[in-house]
């Protein structure tokens, strides 16, 4: 029996990040990359003895409950890289990201790309390169975050129209780029283990 107290110590590859916004790399056991997924997470995976391998030193220390019988404290230490045991269905591997406000502003770094002035999430807008209402989609192809005086100086109009040339082209992230993007506290061996996957054409985000 042990008791249900515990706590986390933060290794020194995540000490100065925020503790409960460091997350693992979750892959199956063939090493396809899945998600991010929170050290809770990564804990019942253990626990429940679903992992096949992992990757990278120990980035976070458990410390459960005492042992009534021997008085020993539980330790669990979680790797930044956790792959489960199975395997996904191909279909779920590798899948586009979907498109939302949060993932665009972080793909296109959180700059205006008519202006190229850097934004708070709060002042920036997705705006349509094609407007909607001359037949252009709501596509990661065809938006490109903008700061509110643009958009709203752009109007309804295209780049060429407004004489609004665009700093850079929008274009659809890989998977893999998107995780790399949607995570601010990334862990080194976790870095270098994206980097690796990802498309030759990309670089990861500065």
Wanted: aromatic content about 6%.
């Amino acid at each position: 029996m042990e008791s249900h107290t515990a706590s986390v110590i933060a290794h020194p590859a995540c000490a100065r990040a925020d503790l409960h916004a460091t997350r693992v790399l979750s892959l199956d056991a063939a090493g396809r990359i899945l998600d991010w997924i929170s050290w809770q997470d990564a804990a019942c995976l253990y626990v429940r003895d679903a992992v096949a391998w992992t990757l990278g030193d120990p980035c976070l220390t458990l410390h459960g409950g005492y042992r009534r019988d021997t008085g020993e404290q539980s330790i669990l230490a979680l790797h930044p890289i956790v792959a489960s045991r199975g395997q996904c269905q191909s279909g779920t591997v590798d899948p586009s990201p979907a498109l939302s406000n949060a993932a665009l502003f972080a793909r296109d770094r959180y700059l205006c790309l008519y202006c190229g002035r850097h934004c708070s999430r709060g002042e920036l807008t997705r705006d349509h390169v094609m407007p909607l209402s001359r037949g252009g989609r709501d596509v990661w192809e065809n938006v490109v975050s903008a700061c509110l005086a643009c958009n709203l100086k752009k109007g309804s109009r295209t780049p060429q129209q407004a004489a609004m040339p665009l700093l850079a082209v929008p274009y659809r992230p890989s998977w893999v780029e998107h995780l790399i993007l949607s995570n601010r506290n990334i862990l080194a061996d976790q870095m270098e283990f994206l980097v690796h996957h990802l498309p030759r054409q990309r670089r990861p985000a500065a």
